[in-house]
């Protein structure tokens, strides 16, 4: 019954930025780790960047340009994307494994995924 839905995608030119927003609602105990993941047409999905156990990850190609944040009490996490390109074109998909209760396996959700649309 978990379910994960992301907004703030769109069309935006070189240069400019887009904030993602990821929320997830259900049962919830914990969550350990949230991330956002992309896939453009044609390539494989990869990852974005990662936050669990208070550190962070990205990719190489985003450091410096996007940084991941995360709202506990609210079980959110966002993405900001500052200096966009066109090669950062893409479905971009939310991320969190959590734990519905305190005796249950963590396990993956994902949401839907937000179009993003860099226009050069």
């Known amino acids: 019954q978990v379910q994960l839905v992301e907004s703030g995608g769109g069309l935006v030119q070189a240069g400019g930025s887009l904030r993602l927003s990821c929320a997830a609602s259900g049962s919830i105990f914990r969550v350990n780790a949230m991330g956002w993941y992309r896939q453009a047409p044609g390539k494989q999905r990869e990852l974005v960047a990662m936050s669990r156990g208070g550190s962070t990850n990205y990719a190489s190609t985003v450091k410096g340009r996007f940084t991941i944040s995360r709202d506990d009490a609210k079980n959110m996490v966002y993405l900001q994307m500052n200096s966009l390109k066109p090669e950062d074109t893409a479905v971009y998909y939310c991320?969190?494994?959590?734990?519905?209760?305190?005796?249950?396996?963590?396990?993956?959700?994902w949401g839907q995924g937000t179009q993003v649309t860099v226009s050069s």
């Open positions: 991320n969190m494994a959590l734990k519905r209760t305190y005796y249950g396996m963590e396990a993956d959700y």
